[in-house]
């Protein structure tokens, strides 16, 4: 059973940065697909990221895009996500979560699971909280 556990999360100002961490355990990330997402107060949960388990590409919302990056460190069982430029819409907590497969598009549907709100995410994290004061 795969657990994911994320870090990092903490209150940084306006033009800061953060990288977030998820770890996993109880099963190896290697050759599956990692997202990330996002829930701020009072809004629906959004996709941020994605890294592909076949080839390593990387997919991001456009509204992370150029400053967000996502990359995999397979020996030690962990996905990253470097938050640049953060901006106080940023704020949210952050959520990592394995798709059934290396891809990060649910085939199933024909669309991206950045794109489906979180449905086909077989395993979360709890969340980690990152704010960002402005």
């Known amino acids: 059973q795969l657990q994911l556990v994320e870090s990092g999360g903490n209150l940084v100002q306006s033009g800061g940065s953060l990288r977030l961490s998820c770890a996993a355990s109880?099963?190896?990330?290697?050759?599956?697909?990692i997202a990330w997402f996002r829930q701020a107060p009072g809004k629906e949960r959004e996709g941020v990221s994605c890294i592909s388990g076949s080839d390593g590409s990387t997919y991001y919302a456009d509204s992370v895009k150029g400053r967000f990056t996502t990359s995999r460190d397979n020996a030690k069982n962990t996905v990253y996500l470097q938050m640049n430029s953060l901006k106080p819409e940023d704020t949210a907590v952050y959520y990592c979560?394995?798709?059934?497969?290396?891809?990060?598009?649910?085939?199933?549907?024909?669309?991206?699971?950045?794109?489906?709100?979180?449905?086909?995410?077989?395993?979360w994290g709890k969340g980690t909280l990152v704010t960002v004061s402005s």
């Open positions: 109880g099963s190896t990330l290697n050759y599956r697909a």
């Open positions: 979560a394995a798709p059934p497969g290396p891809l990060c598009r649910d085939q199933n549907y024909n669309r991206s699971y950045l794109n489906a709100g979180g449905y086909g995410m077989d395993y």
